[in-house]
């Protein structure tokens, strides 16, 4: 799964990153760089695209299907097996899908233990689904899941599930518009790129901590 993950980059490696990648010059308003602890519930950075243009956006990381469920917090993340079969996320997989940027996420080993995981580049985008649930007031909640798919044997000793993180060729197959599902499928493959990781603070378990200590290197529980 992702629960947690990092964009612990300064706002201009960011506006840097996205022009070269998107041609998009601002960045949107409301989100603190760095963000050392991104957690459910939060604004997260998504980029869309209509085929033709990219578009940057904050969206709350918890996704809501468009009809009502009893957990209001939402799906953090969806699995990519069966993405485009489940009710709650088949529409958004078709027609509304998004990436996540950011430059390494969290995960917990078998004895607890918190490990940042990192790709071989800095930023990176991560593969989602948005919906806009509209309440009976009249209130939009724009929100967000993160595509998980099997871990690579690499990051599996660590859990099973990993996000679904996109390179270049495949953050282009998301985000066409015009894609069919066979197509799509293709995105959706455990990262083929190198990938390190490394143990953190347990303060990492607090959604509240956000501070540049939470990405530093700790020993081993068990060392």
Not at 33 to 44: A, D, E
Not at 47 to 59: P, Q, R, T, V
Not at 173 to 179: E, F, R, V, Y
Not at 194 to 200: A, F, G, K, N, S
């Amino acid at each position: 799964m992702c629960g947690r993950f990092t964009i612990a980059v300064e706002k201009d490696e960011l506006q840097e990153y996205i022009s070269n990648h998107y041609e998009i010059n601002f960045l949107p308003l409301g989100f603190e760089l760095p963000n050392f602890n991104v957690s459910p519930g939060n604004n997260v950075i998504s980029i869309i695209s209509d085929g033709k243009m990219y578009w940057i956006g904050l969206l709350k990381w918890g996704y809501l299907p468009p009809f009502p469920i009893k957990d209001r917090n939402g799906f953090i993340n969806a699995r990519a097996e069966t993405l485009f079969d489940k009710p709650s996320f088949k529409t958004a997989a078709l027609k509304q899908r998004c990436i996540i940027l950011a430059d390494g996420y969290y995960e917990w080993n078998k004895d607890k233990q918190p490990m940042r995981i990192l790709t071989d580049g800095s930023l990176f985008g991560m593969a989602g689904i948005w919906n806009t649930f509209i309440e009976e007031d009249g209130r939009k909640t724009h929100s967000v899941a993160i595509i998980t798919t099997t871990a690579k044997e690499s990051i599996s000793v660590v859990h099973n599930r990993m996000p679904v993180i996109l390179n270049n060729d495949t953050e282009k197959i998301w985000l066409n518009p015009q894609m069919n599902i066979e197509g799509l499928k293709t995105a959706l493959q455990p990262y083929q790129g190198e990938m390190d990781m490394y143990p953190v603070s347990n303060e990492v378990n607090y959604s509240k901590n956000n501070y540049q200590a939470l990405i530093k290197k700790q020993s081993p529980k068990n060392a």
